[in-house]
């Protein structure tokens, strides 16, 4: 019997990458040079949002889609943080919401005008105080409305009910800095990913560690659920220093499924799966290819398509969400990526080439839609819920109706050793105490002018008192 290959069917092997027209592309925008390893940049189906370069404190850029093409210098930005903008994120059921964490070691929610900024925005709608350290991720939860989870480089996660503006559970677990967060498809299970080079599976409700892996031979730096396939694929570094990815089973992670060396470039490598078309794509941070691949449940489990090649080096990726797409186009999937040298946003859509011009159902199954399944005390008490679906086929143009509302929060104090610490705030960026030296030097002045105007009052009463003794008494 002769040996003969085995050839894989699948309907995306021929995928292809394309990118945007020069005029589609946003131009002249002056992204971050932060050399913290996140995308810098978010984008929903109404906005896009970037990371940008700024003296003193941090600021973003929020412009419409449609908006396409050169952007003014002095465009309208978020700059209410004092430190460094580290980590954006859109609300998945509000589209005007977005949340930003900073290295002033606070978490901050915005609300975008309709139409976009028209000037800048220094106020925001919430701001979250909680972290010892600066806070480098945010992460809302995908079924459930107003829960976020941030994680600080004080080694814990706080997972935030934005209903009463305050944290309401805290994970404490880790012993190094958290590099990255990933949820199931339910949000039910948590997955990190940390500096001490563990990977782990976390109940989030409780903080329990449920599965935890000691990667040694494989450095772990990114790592993302595989939707309801009970599987984890992370990034990261072989023992030799090549990229590497790996496939885990999350109820096992003693060894993992499979391992495969991508290249010899030290670059991160930024994983993204898809759901619906089972793809991941992995890119590279600092190179400007974007790897894609099928995943399956049965052996080999990954199987390479194909790869989208790019001169410009990409700083980080936005992904629109699935509802944004162009169905009429084909298109799977959809990035922004950030063109630090050129100061450019560049879409790149990934493309099924099909000839006909109808809906094509067997690419476009029922997705997670703009409606959340769960309340906050629903999901707080225990309750997990799927994501309510929408298809594409008509509702995909469709908005959310839901409206934030932020808590009004009482003034609270900690004090401890007759200090208000909350009122108290020491500073923590230059910026920062530079404003409250000047804040207290003019303090002082005042205080020095009512002390002297005291002292002139005091010194008439004194006069006044002395008068009235020496005078003659009457009769």
Known sequence: MSWRPQYRSSKFRNVYGKVANREHCFDGIPITKNVHDNHFCAVNTRFLAIVTESAGGGSFLVIPLEQTGRIEPNYPKVCGHQGNVLDIKWNPFIDNIIASCSEDTSVRIWEIPEGGLKRNMTEALLELHGHSRRVGLVEWHPTTNNILFSAGYDYKVLIWNLDVGEPVKMIDCHTDVILCMSFNTDGSLLTTTCKDKKLRVIEPRSGRVLQEANCKNHRVNRVVFLGNMKRLLTTGVSR??????????????????????????????????????????????????????????????????????????????????????????????????????????????????????????????????????????????????????????????KSSRMVFKAPIKEKKSVVVNGIDLLENVPPRTENELLRMFFRQQDEIRRLKEELAQKDIRIRQLQLELKNLRNSPKNC
Request: hydrophobic letters at 35%; a negative charge; aromatic letters at 12%.
């Open 240 to 397: 030799w220093n090549t990229r590497q990815i790996a496939l885990w089973d999350q109820e096992d992670l003693s060894m993992p499924l499979i391992e495969e060396e991508i290249d010899g470039l030290s670059g991160l490598l930024f994983p993204f799966y898809d759901a619906d078309t089972h793809m991941l794509y992995l890119a590279g941070k600092g190179d400007g290819n974007i790897r894609y691949y099928e995943i399956s449940t049965e052996k080999p489990y990954l199987s390479y398509l194909m790869e989208f090649r790019s001169p410009a080096p990409q700083k980080g990726l936005g992904v629109m969400p699935k509802h944004g797409l162009d169905v009429s186009a084909c298109e799977v999937f959809r990035f922004y990526k950030l063109v630090t040298l050129k100061g450019l946003i560049e879409p790149i859509s990934m493309i099924v080439p099909r000839r006909s011009d109808s809906y094509q159902e067997d690419i476009y199954p029922m997705t997670p839609g703009t409606e959340p399944a769960l309340t906050p005390d629903e999901w707080l008490g225990g309750i997990n819920r799927d994501p309510v679906l929408m298809s594409l086929k008509e509702g995909y143009k």
